[in-house]
């Protein structure tokens, strides 16, 4: 494993243990050239999966992006780190299930909003303003008095 600090090629495994999860390995390693510590997860990957784009360019699946998206959204919401690891982990067993080699963005991005929905509103809200590109105070408005109608249909059913 490569040192994100000095490049170095070779590094030592200090401990090794299963994710809260149990879907990834955390490994603390140690880089033979600098000394430095650092963490590697590593995870099963079913299959290779292509992303296709709205634009119709393709790009292979990653993992870091959904990650990303999901951690800015819910930036704040005193979520703990495991609920979004466990998140993140499901779509992507999703996306790897689904058999296909090519996803469409678009799918992907209905698979996060449809997790956050049920893990955090403020942070379904966020993300859906940036993927269905609100432009106005009202597209805000309008789709957070969705969520609060839909909310207390859920608890209706319940």
Same mark, same amino acid.
């Given at each position: @494993? &490569?040192?994100?600090?000095?490049?170095?090629?070779?590094?030592?495994?200090?401990?090794?243990?299963?994710?809260?999860?149990?879907?990834?390995? &955390?490994?603390?390693?140690?880089? $033979?050239?600098?000394? %430095?510590?650092? #963490? #590697? +997860?590593?995870?099963?990957?079913? !299959?290779?999966?292509?992303?296709?784009?709205?634009?119709?360019?393709?790009?292979?699946?990653?993992?870091?992006?959904?990650?990303?998206?999901? %951690?800015?959204?819910?930036?704040?919401?005193? @979520?703990?780190?495991?609920?979004?690891? /466990?998140?993140?982990?499901?779509? /992507? &067993?999703?996306?790897?299930?689904?058999?296909?080699?090519? =996803?469409?963005?678009?799918?992907?991005?209905?698979? =996060?909003?449809?997790?956050?929905?049920?893990?955090?509103?403020? *942070?379904?809200? !966020?993300?859906?303003?940036?993927? !269905?590109?609100?432009?106005? *105070?009202?597209? +805000? $408005?309008?789709?957070?008095?969705? =969520?609060?109608? %839909?909310?207390?249909?859920?608890?209706?059913?319940?």
């Amino acid at each position: @494993m &490569r040192c994100p600090f000095c490049a170095n090629e070779h590094s030592q495994v200090k401990d090794s243990r299963p994710t809260e999860d149990n879907t990834a390995i &955390r490994r603390r390693r140690q880089c $033979e050239g600098c000394g %430095a510590r650092f #963490t #590697t +997860f590593e995870r099963v990957q079913l !299959r290779e999966v292509t992303v296709v784009k709205s634009d119709e360019t393709r790009e292979a699946f990653d993992r870091a992006k959904i990650e990303q998206s999901v %951690a800015l959204a819910c930036r704040k919401r005193g @979520m703990p780190q495991e609920r979004l690891d /466990q998140l993140v982990s499901g779509i /992507q &067993r999703q996306i790897e299930t689904l058999g296909d080699a090519e =996803v469409p963005s678009q799918a992907i991005g209905e698979m =996060v909003m449809d997790g956050l929905r049920h893990l955090d509103s403020v *942070a379904y809200i !966020r993300f859906a303003s940036v993927y !269905r590109d609100f432009s106005e *105070a009202r597209d +805000f $408005e309008e789709f957070a008095s969705a =969520v609060q109608e %839909a909310g207390g249909r859920d608890a209706d059913q319940d």
